[in-house]
Nanobody, 128 residues
Framework: QVQLVESGGGSVQAGGSLRLSCAASGYTYASAYMAWFRQPPGKEREGVAAIDNNGRTSDADSVKGRFTISKDSAENTLYLQMNSLKPEDTAMYYC??????????????????????WGQGTQVTVSS
């Protein structure tokens, strides 16, 4: 059974940092494209960053230079290091996996329709 479990969310002041983790199990982790998405209050879910099975990454324009996606294949864990946080980064953050082999790297970050397994999310709140 595929499981994705996020952790690391919380409340932080603007300019601060957080590191999100996503523990993955139930599939061949190393071969799957993985991604982070977020859903701000009252808005649609949007792609944040993706990483492919070779470690190549892609970030949304809104987080370039501030967020870094990475993975530890030995630990089956996906990370999102978030620095210089802004109030507009406030959202529920989700990790996702593509187990169908359809995702591709795009210059502007991941697209939701390419990912078929999702975690439950972790809340990030940034105060000004």
């Amino acid at each position: 059974q595929v499981q994705l479990v996020e952790s690391g969310g919380g409340s932080v002041q603007a300019g601060g940092s957080l590191r999100l983790s996503c523990a993955a199990s139930g599939y061949t982790y190393a071969s799957a494209y993985m991604a982070w998405f977020r859903q701000p209050p009252g808005k649609e879910r949007e792609g944040v960053a993706a990483i492919d099975n070779n470690g190549r990454t892609s970030d949304a324009d809104s987080v370039k230079g501030r967020f870094t996606i990475s993975k530890d294949s030995a630990e089956n864990t996906l990370y999102l290091q978030m620095n210089s946080l802004k109030p507009e980064d406030t959202a529920m953050y989700y990790c996702a996996a593509d187990l169908r082999g359809v995702a591709t790297m795009k210059p502007s970050g991941p697209h939701e329709y390419e990912y078929n397994y999702w975690g439950q999310g972790t809340q990030v709140t940034v105060s000004s």
